[in-house]
């Protein structure tokens, strides 16, 4: 009787640590990267460059 609740317990942490993990890795959020982050596009737009012509080079990069 006791060790039904152990099987019980030993089949829970089997099956229900895995399913967590899967879930917590389809959830969780992708790092964005460094030349992505506003900062970096505030910085670019100061040094000069037209809006159009950032958009147009960040999109080559990721195509």
Same mark, same amino acid.
């Given at each position: 009787?006791? $060790?039904?609740?152990?099987?019980?317990? $030993?089949?829970?942490?089997?099956?229900?640590?895995?399913?967590?993990?899967?879930?917590?890795? &389809?959830?969780?959020?992708e790092r964005i990267p460094a030349d992505r982050t506003v900062e970096a596009i505030r &910085?670019?737009?100061?040094?000069?460059?037209?809006?159009?012509?950032?958009?147009?080079?960040?999109? $080559?990069?990721?195509?």
């Open positions: 009787m006791i $060790g039904d609740g152990w099987i019980m317990c $030993g089949l829970v942490m089997a099956l229900g640590l895995p399913l967590g993990v899967l879930v917590a890795l &389809t959830v969780w959020p &910085t670019r737009l100061a040094a000069g460059g037209s809006c159009a012509a950032i958009h147009d080079a960040d999109l $080559g990069k990721y195509d």
